[in-house]
């Protein structure tokens, strides 16, 4: 390319002419070549095909009889086509059931695999697979291969053609470019010499000769005017000489005011800069550097290097060294240098000094000072911090990792390392957690990974298992975040994983304790409803004994007796029982007697019946009570629909007898409630300790009237049963105790019903309460549980 561009224009012309004619000669050639290449092909593939269907249709017959013979002498005709490389006949099932082969070829034949139809060309042949038909079944298919022979003699032909008509068309091109080209290149040559001519004498009066009317004849008289206004300005430049000087002198108070622009920048960089030339004098000065070195701006404008020096040394902490240096670059003064300076006020400078060069000399040095104090405070707690941080990876029981957008492990703990049967945690830089962990444990992993980059929210608190190789399963909990950098971009995550499979281990222990709490609160709850049983049937038993005692003394004492002794006095005067009554002064007044007597006796047998009948009253509450408390014992543990008011009543009744005895007023401030899906023996179990509780502390306080209210409400689809009480109340400080194992402010008391009632109510999904304003301000248990209308209702 360099040669033909300094080639001459008449070269370049011939040059191009013959190219342009090369393309396009080459193109027709390819053109020509590419169409006949593509009919015949297509002719030969024609006449394959037809030679395949008569193939086929002759062969018919013998595959159905399979007859092997018959079909290669069907194909044994394909010897008088000299094309022909190869055929065969395969059966519908791909057997091979006759074949040809060209003799005298030295290439050997074997079938190749079954096809149904087809065709495609190789490199040297054209192979045809076509399918035969014999009575609307396709029953073989005929394979032919035939060689390229005659379309490459084709080629040749035609090449040889193209590269003789190339050559002529070429030599006649040259010959016409060669003559043509110089309607161009003669009128160009000769401007060329007008140039010449002009360089050489300087003489812009020449001008051009111009022979044509076409661009090259433009290009002349532009060239002429080219050189008349040379011309005109070549007079013009003389008179502009005059004027250089004045521009001089006006340059040179511009750099003047470039000089004050100099200072001013010098003043407005956050750098202490001091320039001195070779004789040590002071040349420039920033107020920054006299502000950093607390040096007074008269000393260094008067001052030379050596009295400015003696103030900086004392200002430094290692003055020797600082000497050593300023002494080493005065010895060298075309070194370069850049160091730190640390001062006895605890600041620290960097040091930069560089000569300053005039035409390539050194005529003095440039000192620029920066205060690095922040940066290297900066530095250090940056320092610090990474320390800290190693020793968190080497020494944390955590499994931390850091990750980038891949999940690969960037940074980790030592202690993931070691929970990877690791040396340390260089060895999982570049692995992934499906490197460490089973497919599954790996997936959930990455997914989590993803899904903060992509959403940049972290996972908090997730709990995850894995199972090690010794088959043992160990508990992690982990928190991942968003890893960014400082312009907010995500990339990558890190996290903390905490081992708690001992924690799992002791929550499964707590499980199995809490457990056994739950069937001794239980328990304890059916000892507490038992007990109030026991209460009541004693207290009705007081009543059944003053009843039978009653009756036992009325019988013991009756006046039946008298009539058996008056019927036997009357037995024994029944011979003249008349006159005994009328004459015998016992017997006129055995009427009167009897009369009296069966009066009496009357009103004994109402007594006694009275007495009997309220024993059987007694019996029979008895027997309800022993009822009810079956009944809840029967059904503990189901959580059915309840109406909340009833369940309060039965509480009532367990504990009816106490209350009585004790005087205590039971006010019943029931609003409307729906029925509750609960668990009534449960509900039970808390509602009798409750009101347990609340006559001891009233007997405790022993106010003037003990007063009991039971209050049932619905507050935010929420059931709500408060027990509240005018009794003994509860100190502040015992609030946070109450319902704590094993806490009770009674002698007598275990400290167990309020804790066992709490985790009752949390069970069935409810809260138990307390308010108490203080002692002797009364107190509040409330127990609330969800009401679940729907559920009441579908039950």
């Known amino acids: 390319m360099i040669l033909f561009q300094n080639a001459s224009i008449q070269r370049k012309q011939t040059v191009i002419i013959m190219l342009t004619t090369t393309v396009a000669l080459l193109l027709a050639c390819a053109a020509f070549a590419t169409y006949e290449v593509i009919s015949f092909r297509t002719t030969m593939l024609r006449d394959l095909g037809t030679m395949g269907q008569i193939i086929g249709d002759n062969c018919a017959s013998a595959i159905d009889f399979n007859d092997a013979k018959s079909a290669e002498e069907t194909l044994a005709s394909l010897k008088d086509e000299p094309n022909i490389a190869g055929a065969c006949v395969y059966s519908k099932d791909g057997k091979v059931i006759a074949q040809y082969k060209r003799a005298n070829d030295g290439r050997t034949f074997e079938p190749p695999p079954y096809r149904t139809s087809g065709h495609y060309f190789g490199k040297q042949d054209l192979v045809l697979f076509d399918p035969i038909d014999y009575k609307g079944d396709t029953i073989g298919v005929v394979y032919i291969a035939s060689d390229l022979e005659a379309l490459h003699s084709k080629l040749r032909q035609y090449a040889a053609i193209a590269a003789g008509v190339f050559l002529l068309t070429m030599l006649a091109a040259y010959l016409v470019s060669a003559r043509l080209q110089r309607l161009v290149s003669e009128p160009i040559l000769e401007l060329l010499n007008t140039t010449h001519a002009v360089a050489r004498g300087q003489n812009y009066s020449l001008r051009a000769v111009k022979r044509n009317q076409d661009e090259l004849g433009a290009l002349t008289d532009g060239f002429n005017e080219m050189l008349t206004q040379i011309q005109t300005r070549d007079s013009a430049l003389k008179n502009a000489q005059n004027e250089l000087e ?205 899904e903060i980059l992509r959403t940049g929210e972290p996972i908090i608190g997730k709990q995850e298992s894995d199972t090690r190789a010794d088959g043992r399963v160990s508990w992690t909990m982990a928190s991942k975040m968003p890893w960014r950098d400082q312009e907010g971009n995500i990339i990558g995550t890190f996290g903390i994983s905490k081992d708690m499979t001992a924690i799992k281990e002791t929550e499964t222990q707590l499980e199995q304790v809490h457990k056994q709490l739950m069937d001794a609160s239980r328990q304890a709850g059916m000892a507490e409803v038992a007990t109030s049983v026991l209460h009541n049937v004693g207290n009705v038993l007081n009543s059944v004994n003053i009843s039978g005692s009653i009756v036992s003394d009325k019988v013991r004492n009756s006046k039946v007796l008298n009539l058996a002794k ?129 006559k001891y502390a009233l007997d405790d306080a022993m106010p003037p009237v003990k007063q009991m209210t039971l209050r049932v409400s619905l507050q935010d689809e929420r059931v709500r049963v408060a027990i509240i009480d005018n009794g003994i109340g509860i100190p502040a400080e015992n609030l946070t105790r109450i319902f704590g194992h094993g806490f009770t402010t009674r002698k007598e008391g275990h400290g167990f019903g309020l804790h066992s009632g709490a985790l009752a109510a949390k069970e069935m999904g409810g809260v138990l309460t307390v308010q108490s304003g203080g002692h002797l301000k009364g107190a509040t248990f409330a127990v609330e549980f969800p009401c679940q209308p729907a559920m009441a209702s579908a039950a």
């Not at 040394?313 to 003055?319: C, L, N, Q, S, T």
């Not at 009427?591 to 007597?597: D, F, M, Q």
């Open 246 to 450: 004045d521009r001089v002198e006006r340059r040179t108070q511009e750099l003047a005011h470039s000089v004050s622009l100099l200072n001013a920048t010098l003043e407005s960089t956050s750098d202490g800069v001091l320039v001195i030339d070779s004789s040590d004098h002071v040349v420039s000065f920033n107020a920054k550097f006299a502000e950093m070195w607390r040096v007074p701006q008269e000393k260094i404008v008067m001052g030379k290097r050596d009295e400015i020096l003696p103030l900086a040394v004392a200002m430094v902490k290692d003055p020797e060294a600082f000497l050593s240096k300023v002494r080493e670059l005065y010895a060298h003064p075309e070194a370069s240098s850049q160091d730190m300076l640390e001062l006895l006020d605890g600041r620290i400078f960097e040091r930069d000094s560089q000569p300053q060069r005039l035409n390539g000399e050194s005529i003095g040095r440039v000192w620029c000072f920066r205060d690095i104090t922040e940066r290297k405070r900066a530095e250090a707690a940056l320092a610090e911090t990474s320390s800290l941080m190693e020793m968190m990876l080497e020494n944390s029981p955590d499994y931390i990792y850091f990750k980038d957008r891949e999940s690969r492990f960037i940074r980790c703990s030592h202690s993931l390392a070691k929970h990877f049967n690791l040396a340390d945690g260089g060895m999982l830089i570049g692995k992934t957690d499906f490197d460490c962990h089973e497919e599954q444990r790996a997936r959930s992993a990455f997914e989590d990974e993803q």
């Open 566 to 694: 008056a019927v036997a006095l009357i037995e024994a005067q029944k011979h003249d029982l008349g006159r005994f009554i009328a004459e015998d002064p016992r017997g006129r007044q055995l009427p009167g007697y009897l009369s009296s007597l069966a009066v009496h006796l009357a009103g004994e047998r109402n007594e006694i019946l009275q007495e009997l009948g309220q024993l059987t009253s007694n019996i029979e509450h008895i027997k309800e009570i022993v009822a009810m408390q079956q009944n809840y014992a029967r059904v503990s543990g189901v959580m059915e629909p309840h109406k909340v008011v009833d369940l309060v009543e039965d509480a009532l009744r367990m504990n009816a007898g106490a209350l009585d005895r004790h005087q205590v007023k039971v006010i019943r401030d029931y609003q409307q409630a729906p029925m509750a899906v609960v668990d009534k023996h449960k509900l039970l179990q808390i509602l009798v300790n409750l009101i347990r509780n609340a």
